[in-house]
């Protein structure tokens, strides 16, 4: 499950697994955060990731939607205003990354490609990482076009989008247990109808963000 506290959300799943893995989604409440390491990008909604292998490549880049790292003390970092923050750790801290997921980023596979690089690059098992998705706008408040059916059969419903369900399906569909991921409650943490603690593109905030940050200590 999800929870609030001192001003930030995160997952109570991945805490319980292992103290050496620090993550959170900001809140209005809880000013600017900075670290010089922060790992960042412009997004662009789409499937690029960077795997951050030292402390030299950890810095602002441009194009990258996620990233990914086994190295210690980087605090990696996406901004989202309704999209879908994917965080991904293997239980013990061997790795862990961010991924900034729209609906444009879903559609192209980027959870997909973040666990695949996972298990390539760190030699992980989909068994032993947990994924939580973050805050973000739920599907009682996504309205979408009818061509949304077609780019998503099972999460599409009535002109409405269930971004949540997409991601549960594509981090099931690479054999993460079902039990291994941490999912937000559409009621407490939906961004756009908690407008005291989330900003929302949909409800016209247009540049301010959250920042979904995953850190390995």
């Known amino acids: 499950m999800w929870k609030t506290e001192g001003n930030l959300a995160f997952s109570t799943l991945i805490s319980c697994f292992d103290s050496r893995i620090t993550h959170f989604t900001t809140t209005k409440l809880s000013g600017n955060i900075t670290h010089p390491l922060l790992t960042s990008s412009k997004q662009v909604h789409d499937k690029k990731i960077k795997i951050v292998k030292s402390i030299s490549d950890a810095h602002s880049y441009e194009g990258y939607d996620g990233f990914i790292t086994g190295v210690k003390g980087i605090p990696l970092g996406i901004f989202t205003a309704d999209c879908v923050s994917v965080f991904l750790a293997e239980k013990s ?8 997921a729209g609906w444009k980023g879903l559609y192209t596979g980027i959870i ?3 666990v695949e690089m996972l298990l390539e690059n760190f030699g992980v098992e989909s068994s032993g990482l947990v994924a939580a998705i973050g805050p973000h706008i739920c599907e009682k408040c996504y309205e979408v076009g009818e061509e949304f059916a077609g780019y998503f059969p ?13 991601a549960i399906l594509r981090l099931k569909a690479k054999n993460i247990p079902e039990n291994n991921i941490d999912c937000i409650d559409s009621k407490d943490f939906c961004t756009l109808h908690n407008p005291n603690l989330f900003f929302s593109y949909r409800q016209g905030e247009k ?5 979904s940050l995953i850190m390995l200590k």
């Open 93 to 100: 801290g061997k790795c862990a990354a961010i991924l900034h």
């Open 112 to 114: 997909e490609n973040g």
């Open 154 to 166: 099972n999460s599409y419903k009535n002109g409405y989008l269930n971004l949540s369900n997409e």
């Open 207 to 211: 540049t301010s963000r959250m920042l």
